[in-house]
């Protein structure tokens, strides 16, 4: 029984880490069918950032806001600087995106070096408690509370508030929305600076649990795109469901069945994908 | 009329394709070769390659006694050859991209560190460091090998940080006739009898070195009872925790759970989580790099590092210790170096580095810096004569030195024999250091049980 | 129609003839660099049709290339098959591996191709990276035997570039036929306007899965004489990251022209391995590079001469 709730804790946990890494990328690419493959390394930027910070601070808080603002920067300057040829092809968008990838990752190498770097939880967060029977780091439930709260905030706002429906508008019909009096452009650029943001706290928010290394981006990139679209892409409850379930299928994969880890993971994935291609939840893409 | 003209064209083509075919079939292709080929006749070399075919005997070396001061290059009693023209090429295969730059970056700091410490000189010729970027892929590391010795000419490969590579290495070594010496790359198969190559040489462990000791001392000497083993679930991990089992029960002790996350893995949450503490006393533990980050803040952070002893093999010192702080306490490792081990020749090994890089010298800096020595002593053996590399790759054979982690020779397979130091990592100051508990000497590949 | 088709076989023998050539200029290591590109070149052209023609934007077709390395390199090394035996079983393997599969995945589009493909490219360097002794886990295999020809004209350097150069040639007549056939003219077709093409009568989702196995065959075929090449393979083969090398070598080369993608896989590996060997800034570069070739080249490659073309006249317009 212990053992099935440490598991379960640590799905959850993973499960949280994937939800806001992948409900950045999941909006920007249901929204304005972009396909940012630098999703990841503005994640890892954002971390080494924050890491730079509370070096620098002492401050968690501060090295989250800094996390954030880095990346939410360089979101918004990509895609200004590149606002035509992210609207193009998606061959386009994935040729750029990876290219922009490549340059932050080496970038990160550079300033960094490549030494893996542990980032501590903020003593107020730090050691554990017990719960259910087992000894759990406090930091992990908080991220895993985080995650429900901050599901359930972005729902709301996303259904229910005038902005959200502004949004929605955009998506479902953007040359009706420019027609409504929507500004659509600035709409998109701020949803994508938001997405870039969102991923560069996650960063930081993350690092006490994944600690920071050169190569991450490719890792944590590579299931946010799954996980965006097993749950669908542009559905917020989606991102949830499928980030959770993810998690918990490649930890439970990851004990049970260790010689064949990538297969418990990505073999659901591709059933999944055959079954009901646009997703969990995602509407048919056009 | 396409159709007509298609026909001939396609003639035209297999006419083309034939005409090339077979001027090449008779065409010298070694004549751009310019790697440097002995004259006299090397080893028979089987012209499809085949695992079964024995490997070939190298003609017998006139090598004169090898020097037995550590980094001082002799010209002793040298052949007749004059020394040559040219600088000597030694090419460099290192990670410095992906997961183990770290590693790459300390090996390489070790092997510069070296050949300034003899300014860059061997015998009276220029040294010159070609370096490689691996990026810890044996693909890589291939094409890089290629480019060393077919484009660069180099007279010898040293480096390597993981057993991918070095396999790989190994057996372009192997098959180019060229001498290698790996910094640390443990396959055991490389210097296994049915495999080993007269080329390559390794200075650092063979899977199960570390561990067969290692498995003996936890059982006798640290008193645990039962074990578990956690290591990466890939060849050298399992090779390791099997090692380090066997001797365990040997000496009476129980092996419990035993854990295989994947390699390179930074969540272990769910196995940490099939442990069980009450009935563990120690763990041995094979994870490399980032992942040992995660391990220990993870163990931490599920509260079970206080409850059972981690052992492991020596990988973890210098950078990757500083990182992991307080949640190593307690480690106990058996490793061929440590920055603790208490000599002259070790304090300044330490200071030289400490000035060149700023940062502490841990084990790959030390085996790079070996491998570096163990070049070029073997190249200063011969006078600095590499007109035949199968004499430097005998050469590097019949070293036996000093060095500043201690005594190195090597058995008929290559593989370094030396003393294995018991560490414990402990407080000190604001951080953490080995502390040398205990020394086994001349430990080999094959090793047994004292008593 | 007729006078292209001629100019463009003509081509590709007077390039086949000049490549032949290299080894009186180029030393071994070029020769050896030369044969991978080549290699890389020609299963770029192969995804092509998968992606230009068909439409479909793969993230898995490593998998089938090396799916087809590994089976050979376990071949003949484990059971100790002959190398020819071993390549036609590990490409007629694999072959039906992506006959099974493609059914199912061409039933997706776009982004959930994208996905469906990376999934699976995942599960086999999954099973590569885990196969224990079969597979050599991490290690990879060594010491893969070439085939013995006739005057044994593949152990050396230049003989097996030489005979790399027939072989992708011949890869490339026949994908260029595919591509220009009715067949290929149908996959445009699709590729344009399913809707439109179905109400015809065509047999959509077959036709995909068609192009997806002929694809998958090409890049087996030249996977397993890569590994005649390389005499060894590792996962790194396999791994995502290889496919999107191929994705972008189509992207860059200009898609559905075949002899871009061609092209710009050839150039991008020789362009990378050098780089290796130059500099640890190596992906910045590349990194960079891939950003200007969107902005300056969207199109491809193929597209720099139209596009000069049209500098060229609007300049002497100007003049004018």
């Known amino acids: 029984m212990r053992f099935w709730t440490f598991q379960v804790l640590n799905g959850l946990t993973s499960g949280a880490i994937l939800f806001f890494v992948t409900v950045g990328l999941t909006v920007v690419t249901g929204l304005m069918r972009v396909l940012n493959l630098a999703h990841g390394a503005l994640f890892l930027v954002g971390g080494y950032a924050g890491l730079a910070t509370i070096e620098a601070t002492d401050s968690f808080v501060a090295g989250l806001a800094v996390g954030a603002l880095v990346s939410g920067l360089l979101g918004f300057a990509i895609r200004q600087a590149f606002a035509t040829a992210l609207l193009g092809h998606t061959f386009h968008q994935v040729l750029l995106t990876l290219g922009i990838s490549f340059m932050l990752g080496n970038g990160i190498l550079q300033v960094f070096g490549g030494t893996p770097r542990r980032l501590l939880a903020p003593s107020y967060l730090s050691g554990s408690v017990d719960i259910f029977g087992v000894t759990y780091p406090r930091y992990r439930l908080m991220l895993v509370v985080l995650s429900m709260v901050a599901g359930l905030a972005l729902w709301l706002f996303w259904e229910r508030s005038s902005i959200g429906a502004m949004v929605r508008a955009c998506v479902d019909d953007r040359p009706m929305a420019a027609a409504m009096g929507i500004p659509v452009e600035r709409v998109f650029s701020v949803v994508f600076a938001l997405g870039a943001a969102l991923a560069g706290l996650t960063g930081v928010m993350a690092a006490p649990v994944k600690g920071l290394h050169i190569g991450l981006d490719f890792e944590v990139l590579l299931l946010a795109v799954i996980v965006m679209v097993v749950g669908g892409m542009g559905s917020l409850t989606g991102a949830f469901i499928a980030s959770m379930l993810v998690g918990m299928i490649d930890v439970m994969g990851q004990v049970k069945f260790p010689e064949l880890s990538s297969l418990t993971l990505f073999a659901p994935v591709i059933l999944i994908l055959i079954v009901r291609p646009q997703g969990l939840l995602g509407r048919p893409l056009a | 009329m396409r159709r007509r003209t298609y026909g001939s064209t396609q003639r035209l083509a297999i006419a083309v394709g034939v005409i090339s075919l077979l001027a090449a079939a008779c065409g010298d292709s070694d004549s751009d070769s310019d790697s440097s080929e002995p004259d006299e006749p090397a080893p028979a070399e089987p012209e499809t390659p085949d695992p079964t075919t024995p490997e070939p005997e190298t003609p017998d070396p006139t090598t004169p006694e090898t020097p037995d001061t550590v980094a001082e290059v002799e010209t002793t009693d040298a052949p007749e050859a004059p020394v040559q023209e040219g600088p000597i090429k030694i090419g460099v295969l290192n990670p410095t991209s992906g997961n183990f730059t770290v590693f790459g970056e300390q090996s390489n700091a070790g092997i510069e560190l070296y050949f300034e410490g003899i300014e860059n000189t061997v015998s009276g010729r220029e040294v010159e460091l070609v370096f490689a970027d691996t990026a810890g892929d044996p693909q890589q590391a291939l094409e890089q090998a290629r480019r060393l010795v077919d484009s660069e ?3 010898a490969m040293i480096g390597l940080v993981n057993s991918a590579a070095a396999l790989a290495i190994a057996d372009f070594a192997d098959q180019n ?20 190559s007269d080329w390559v040489s390794r200075v650092s462990v063979a899977s199960g070195q570390e561990e067969a000791p290692l498995g003996w001392y936890a059982s006798t000497q640290l008193g645990c009872a039962s074990a578990a083993t956690m290591a990466w679930d890939f060849v050298s991990g399992n090779e390791r925790a099997a090692a380090f089992g066997e001797t365990f029960t040997a000496a009476g002790g129980e092996i419990g759970s035993e854990q295989r996350p994947p390699p390179n893995a930074t969540e272990y949450g769910p196995f940490i989580a099939a442990l069980d503490p009450g009935s563990t006393d120690c763990m041995y533990t094979f994870v490399v790099g980032p992942g040992s980050v995660a391990f220990f803040q993870q163990m931490e952070d599920f509260g079970v590092a206080g409850e059972i002893v981690p052992v492991g093999s020596g990988f973890v010192t210098a950078g990757i210790l500083d990182t992991l702080g307080t949640t190593a306490l307690g480690l106990v490792q058996s490793g061929q170096y440590t920055p603790s081990f208490d000599s002259a020749s070790n304090a300044a090994f330490i200071a030289d580095y400490s000035a060149k890089t700023g940062s502490e010298a841990g084990v790959y800096s030390s085996q790079g810096f070996l491998a570096a020595e163990a070049i070029a002593l073997a190249i200063g053996a011969l006078g600095g004569d590499t007109t035949d590399l199968s004499v430097v790759a005998s050469s590097v054979r019949s070293l036996s030195f000093e060095s500043h982690a201690g005594p190195i020779a090597f058995d008929e397979n290559g593989q370094a024999i030396r003393d294995l130091y018991i560490t414990r990592v402990v407080e000190s100051g604001d951080g953490v250091v080995q502390e040398v508990i205990d020394t086994i000497e001349d430990v080999g590949q094959t090793w047994t049980a004292p008593g | 129609m007729t006078s292209t088709g001629f100019q463009r076989d003509i081509s590709v023998l007077v390039g086949g003839a000049v490549l032949a050539m290299a080894p009186l200029v180029l030393g071994d290591y070029w020769i050896g660099l030369l044969t991978q590109a080549l290699i890389y070149g020609a299963v770029a052209a192969g995804l092509d049709l998968l992606i230009g023609f068909g439409g479909l934007p793969s993230l898995g077709h490593a998998a089938f290339f090396g799916m087809s390395a590994y089976g050979t390199a376990m071949l003949t090394t484990q059971a100790n098959i002959d190398p020819l035996a071993a390549a036609l079983i590990s490409v007629v393997g694999t072959a039906i591996v992506a006959a099974a599969v493609a059914p199912f995945f061409t039933r997706l589009w776009g982004l959930g191709f994208i996905t469906v493909t990376l999934a699976f490219g995942q599960v086999i360097w999954g099973l590569a990276v885990r196969g224990g002794s079969r597979t050599g886990g991490e290690n990879g295999i060594v010491r893969i035997p070439r085939p013995k020809l006739i005057a044994d004209v593949l152990s050396t350097e230049t003989g097996f570039y030489v005979a790399t150069v027939v072989l992708v040639a011949a890869v490339l007549f026949v994908i260029s036929r595919i591509a220009h056939s009715p067949f290929g003219l149908s996959l445009l077709g699709i590729r344009d306007g399913e809707q439109r093409m179905t109400a015809l009568g065509y047999r959509v989702n077959v036709r995909r899965s068609v192009v997806f196995t002929i694809a998958a065959t090409s890049a087996a075929i030249l996977g397993t004489w890569f590994v005649f090449f390389n005499q060894f393979i590792g996962p790194s083969t396999l791994e995502w990251k290889q496919s999107a090398g191929f994705l ?11 002899w871009g993608p061609f ?20 992906p910045m570069v590349l990194g960079i590079f891939y950003v200007i070739a969107v902005l300056v080249i969207p199109d491809g490659i193929v597209s720099i001469r139209s596009q000069l073309v049209s500098l060229v006249s609007v300049a002497r317009g100007d003049q004018k």
């Not at chain 3, 189509?250 to 075949?258: D, E, K, P, T, W």
């Not at chain 3, 092209?263 to 190596?282: R, S």
């Open chain 2, 153 to 155: 000419g180099v007279d």
């Open chain 2, 177 to 196: 006739e060229v001498p290698l010496i790996i910094a640390v790359g443990s396959a055991a198969g490389i210097t296994l009898p049915e495999n080993a």
């Open chain 3, 248 to 258: 972008l070598a189509v992207v860059i080369g200009g898609r559905a022209s075949l």
């Open chain 3, 263 to 282: 092209a710009a896989g050839v150039l991008l590996t020789l362009l990378e391995t050098v780089l290796t060997g130059e500099t640890t800034l190596w």
